[in-house]
């Protein structure tokens, strides 16, 4: 067990307590005793602070050459690279996902930096002729001012990044209240980004609940840009609350995610690629497999490879080696996940697990078992629902249309997966499946820092994260016309030069 560390916000540059001196500690899902760090619990006064601080670095930040922008996230990067093993460690240890999955996150952050460091030397806007001549036209990327950026605990690191990175290379300036379970490993990412030469109040860390930091954050007027990824209930009233001074608000939220597993699949590829989907993580991805819709032929046969190698995963410490399944975040989520196996014995027929798992050292942490119902009605809850654990529903299909049917019937639409040799149904499949994410012959998640990431339905509001996408969420279009003609020219009226037919 290491120490318990004492940790600050940071707002203008500078480490302090909560104005009101009040704290918050956050504990290891693995071994509640494994207390990590107290945390500023702060307040509306301190969410002031720290938007005052961002609003009064914008102008510097915003002003500074972009490609200058660049070089300090490339050196963040590096940074982040020399700290990817002490991250790691630390969010395992402080919420327990196994310790390559964590070297995992933290390189997801480091390549979202690189990417973006490069797009401080384009950040591309557009030149298209004018429809007049001796006039020139030139759409040119502008920054925002300050983004408040609400995290969750899931990709304590990677998401932050996802967020921040294309904030900051746009030329905004940000606030960032973490999730209360894992305050820690962004306090720790924000200490490393500020020694890579991230000026005074550019970044402003500000811990504590969603009710007393979240809400004012996202109702604050000098806040200009909200985003945010977390539960759908929490996104419908960060937009409605937003929406009241007109901010920008991209949201992130759930998933129920399918892989459908065609009667010709390669059953080895796709078992790994479910075992991957379904338990990495504990379940706990917006973009975990949820739903396995597997065609009747196979059915049978891949169940049983399926609860065998389940049978086989071993639950513990994400520290420790063997471990294969860390654990869920905290007691309310095994809770919660014990309720939805509750009704998931009313609904279907359990395979394997079910229960929270208390055996010897677990009982000191919160686990839950690798759960897997069969016979899953597609309209049942469990196969509805996004449960955000270990657990996932199989559900037999027979024909195609049925198929496509099934994978589109939930609200959400995040990622879709099809494992088949057939390439006329693979086809088939990314144009047919109502998803933000699609991937033929590889689980659900997995997804790569320089495409678009995001989803359809009640996944979020239209917008997507990271890529050339972010570019667009984190700036705003200028249209620019000079006209050189020394002459008043009418658009769309003085249109001599147009073939009236
Ligand atoms: C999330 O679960 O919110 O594709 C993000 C993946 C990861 C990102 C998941 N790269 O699963």
Known sequence: MTATMTYHNLIGGKWVDARSGRTFTSASPANRDDVIGTFPASGVEDVDAAVAAAKGAFSGWSLTPAPKRGEILFKVARLLA?????????????????????????????????????????????????????????????????????????????????????????????????????????????????EGGIPDGVLNVVTGSGDAVGHPLVEHPDVRIISFTGHTETGIDISTR????????????????????????????????????????????????????????VHDQFLEMLRKRVAS?????????????????????VERIAGYAAIGRNEAELVIGGEPANDGALARGSFFQPTIFTDVKPDAR???????????????????????????????????????????????????????????????????????FGGTKATGNGHREVGQAALDFFS???????????KLQRAQIDTTFVDQG
């Open 82 to 194: 020399e700290h990817k093993e002490e991250l790691a460690r630390l969010m395992t240890r402080e919420m327990g996902k196994v310790l390559p999955e964590a070297r995992g996150d933290v390189q997801e952050a480091i390549d979202v930096a690189y990417y973006m460091a490069g797009e401080g030397r384009r950040l591309f806007g557009m030149t298209v002729p004018s429809e007049m001549p001796d006039k020139f036209a030139m759409a040119i990327r502008r920054p925002i001012g300050v983004a408040g950026i609400i995290t969750p605990w899931n990709f304590p690191i990677a998401i932050p990044a996802w967020k921040l990175f294309p904030a900051l290379i746009c030329g905004d300036t940000a606030v960032i209240k973490p999730a209360s379970d894992t305050p820690a490993c962004v306090v720790r990412f924000a200490e490393i980004l500020m």
């Open 242 to 297: 937003a929406a009241q001074t007109l901010k920008r608000v991209s949201l992130e939220l759930g998933g129920k995610n399918p892989i459908v597993i065609w009667e010709d699949a390669d059953l080895q590829l796709a078992l790994d690629s479910v075992v991957w989907s379904a338990f990495g993580t504990s379940g706990q991805r917006c973009t975990a497999a949820s739903r396995l819709i597997v065609h009747r032929n």
């Open 313 to 333: 995963l071993v639950l513990g410490d994400g520290l420790e080696e063997k471990t294969d399944v860390g654990p869920v975040i905290n007691d309310r989520a």
């Open 382 to 452: 469990i196969a509805q629902e996004e449960i955000f654990g270990p657990v996932t529903s199989v559900i037999p299909v027979d024909d195609w249309e049925e198929t496509v049917r099934i994978v589109n019937s939930v609200k959400y639409g995040l990622s879709t997966s099809l494992f088949t040799r057939v390439v006329n149904l693979a086809f088939r499949s990314i144009r047919d499946f109502d998803s933000g994410l699609g991937y033929v012959n590889h689980g659900t998640i997995g997804a790569e820092a320089h495409l678009p």
């Open 476 to 486: 705003e279009w200028k249209s620019v016309y000079v006209d050189y003609s020394g």
